[in-house]
């Protein structure tokens, strides 16, 4: 994968260095919002297993895209904040690229999961009554796992065109991880071509998947206005809006930092705009969908309760 015009062996990851004043500060926060991220993903998880009633496809894919998001954040946030507390922040090349090939995989399974929960919402209001044939256990996993393939193979190539690079100057990292602008502005032959070969992979992951679900609310739409009971609009708009919701926090701040036209001066701000979608969006997402779903809400109060009586016990 790699060039052998490659003379660069390790990165520095200068990220928070920008803000000294700011590391314990940034340390706390994005610790705790870790150890957030980790419990409410975990709970959703457990309370999508144990709870027979939400053994259906929304909540099959609710539980595959909280387990995408809490390995997303672990291949980011863990390093982070050993960097915080280190004065070391080097990252070999290998390290690196293994650090994007993943992050970008899960990244991409992602939109690919979300894209599947709008199909699914579209199946069950458009088609009702083929819903469960064609919606089974099956074909949901196969959703699942040609998201989780398709994502990483996307990414792989992104990782192949970054890495065949050759990076001979400088070798720090505007950026708290190995993100892509970042990482080839520091190659010596980066081309337009590469930028379009690049632009091309994450506009197949963004804007193909948003289309998609952009297509599967406008046939929702037209199905839902047609319904005579206006109790039977809102039925059906509230079990979207959790997802509409999702799908608008992750899509608006990915698409700023991975679609429009990138400069030297805008790293700092697309660092900035990384914390929020490497942390506060999977932080955001089983908030959502526990305020907003009372299904869900119940299911996670049984959980707690299980778990609070096993540890009095």
Sequence with gaps: MMSNHTTVSTFLLWGFSSFPHLRGLLFVMIFFSHGTILTANVSIMVAVKLSHNLHTPMYFFLCGLSFSE????????PRTLADLLSDSKTISLPECATQMFVFFGLGANNCFIMAAMSYDRYTAIHKPLHYPILMTHKICFQFITASWMVGFLLSLCIVIVVFNLSFCDSNTIQHFFCDISPVVSLACDYTSRHEMVIF???????????????MSYVFIVSTVVKMPSAEGRYKVFSTCSSHLTVVCIHYGFAGFVYLRPKDRDSFREDMLMAVTYTVLTPLLNPIVYSLRNKEMQTALRKVLGKTGSSLRG
């Design 70 to 77: 809490t390995c997303s954040t672990m291949a980011i946030i």
């Design 200 to 214: 091309g992979l994450s506009a197949f992951v963004l804007a193909g998947s948003c289309v998609f679900i952009v």
